[in-house]
């Protein structure tokens, strides 16, 4: 085990508080039908797959991720096929993951993504404008998992 107090390029913060991050790097939600899953999330988000699975940590035999980049931003999805995944859908109320939002530049991106949910037949709540707690907007939607997706601006 590397000591990352001296290893290279590490850094820690003053005062004993946690090293920073550098960003997010992906979301990896286990689905119930990775193909079917794969081909919507490149559709929707015109994401484009890396040609080789990734065999799953820990359950390397059982397991393995499909992954997709979106271009312009960097943002990468693994979508997790377990064979031992009984297939049930997504459930936020139970622990582990509730939502995944992704950030828009502009208010007016919200309505545009609306129109383009729309083209692709996508229910969604619309763009939804508030101010409580804090101002922002906001377009959700959800996956073939019933994975709830949302689109956020929030005003600079």
């Not at 991050?21 to 039908?33: K, L, M, Q, R």
């Not at 990734?54 to 397991?63: I, K, L, S, T, V």
């Not at 101010?131 to 907007?137: E, L, Q």
């Not at 689109?151 to 600079?156: K, R, S």
């Amino acid at each position: 085990m590397t000591d990352s107090s001296t290893a290279p390029g590490s850094s820690t913060a003053p005062g004993g508080a946690a090293p920073a991050v550098t960003g997010f790097n992906h979301f990896s939600p286990t689905v119930s039908d990775v193909e079917a899953s794969a081909q919507w999330y490149e559709r929707v988000f015109a994401m484009n797959r890396v040609p080789v699975p990734f065999p799953h940590y820990g359950d390397e035999e059982g397991g393995y991720a499909v992954l997709l980049l979106e271009p312009r931003s960097g943002v990468a999805i693994g979508l997790h096929h377990h064979q031992n995944n009984p297939g049930q859908p997504f459930q936020e109320n139970c622990t582990g993951l509730d939502h995944i939002s992704f950030g828009v530049a502009e208010r007016a991106d919200l309505d545009a993504w609306v129109s383009w949910l729309d083209s692709l037949g996508i229910a969604h709540s619309g763009a939804i404008d508030t101010d409580k707690p804090v101002p922002y907007s906001v377009v959700v939607f959800r996956d073939p998992d019933n994975i709830q997706l949302e689109l956020i601006h929030m005003p600079g």
